[in-house]
């Protein structure tokens, strides 16, 4: 069984920053990509960034150089430092592995920016 954790979410004032922590555990041999996604009411679950094993990375459009994304592949961590946020950056926020191509997800940790 391969669990994923999430810590680091909470309530920011627009501007501000969080980071995130996803920590996996479990029947792990090998993580291949990794990421964060998140959903915010009423709409689909999306990318936020993703990165390989090997440390490329992939963001989407509306965070590209906001947020950042990096990862520690001996402790099967990875990590979201979010800069700058806005109120659109509300959302619950996954965590992804895939670990044999299966995709693990964790439970969400929820982050609101407001005023």
């Known amino acids: 069984q391969v669990q994923l954790v999430e810590s680091g979410g909470g309530l920011v004032q627009p501007g501000g920053s969080l980071r995130l922590s996803c920590v996996a555990s479990?029947?792990?041999?090998?993580?291949?990509?990794m990421g964060w996604y998140r959903q915010a009411p009423g709409k689909q679950r999306e990318l936020v960034a993703a990165?390989?094993?090997?440390?490329?990375?992939n963001y989407a459009d509306s965070v590209k150089g906001r947020f950042t994304i990096s990862r520690n592949n001996a402790k099967n961590r990875v990590y979201l430092e979010m800069n700058s946020l806005k109120p659109e950056d509300t959302a619950v926020y996954y965590c992804?592995?895939?670990?044999?191509?299966?995709?693990?997800w964790g439970q969400g940790t929820q982050v609101t920016v407001s005023s």
């Open positions: 990165i390989t094993r090997g440390g490329s990375t």
């Open positions: 479990g029947s792990i041999f090998s993580i291949n990509a």
């Open positions: 992804n592995a895939d670990i044999r191509s299966t995709d693990y």
